[in-house]
Nanobody, 121 residues
Framework: QVQLVESGGGLVQPGGSLRLSCTAS????????MGWYRQAPGKERELVAG???????NYADSVKGRFTISRDNAKKTVYLQMNSLKPEDTDVYYC???????????????WGQGTQVTVSS
């Protein structure tokens, strides 16, 4: 069974940094786009950053210049380096990926379980 497992969240002071990781496991044939989203209570989940299989990236305006998304295809892992963190970055962060399992002929979007990021002094 395919799943995404996240790690790296936690509590950090304003101006600090965190690095999130998300690794896909299971019988995977191919991974297409990968990304990070965040969601606050009572709000819709929003895209933070995305990265295509070829490496091109896109970011929400609110994180440009502070966050960097990257991926290691051999490790089936996507990362989110978050610098100059602000209190308004406090959210639950979710990774997602378009994955084609070995038993399937099509890509399906999978989500991680979410990891809490809290920016506070």
């Amino acid at each position: 069974q395919v799943q995404l497992v996240e790690s790296g969240g936690g509590l950090v002071q304003p101006g600090g940094s965190l690095r999130l990781s998300c690794t896909a496991s299971g019988r995977i044939a191919s991974i297409n786009d990968m990304g990070w989203y965040r969601q606050a209570p009572g709000k819709e989940r929003e895209l933070v950053a995305g990265i295509r299989s070829g490496g091109s990236t896109n970011y929400a305006d609110s994180v440009k210049g502070r966050f960097t998304i990257s991926r290691d295809n051999a490790k089936k892992t996507v990362y989110l380096q978050m610098n100059s963190l602000k209190p308004e970055d406090t959210d639950v962060y979710y990774c997602n990926a378009e994955i084609r399992a070995l038993s399937s002929g099509r890509f399906v979007t999978y989500w991680g379980q979410g990891t809490q990021v809290t920016v506070s002094s």
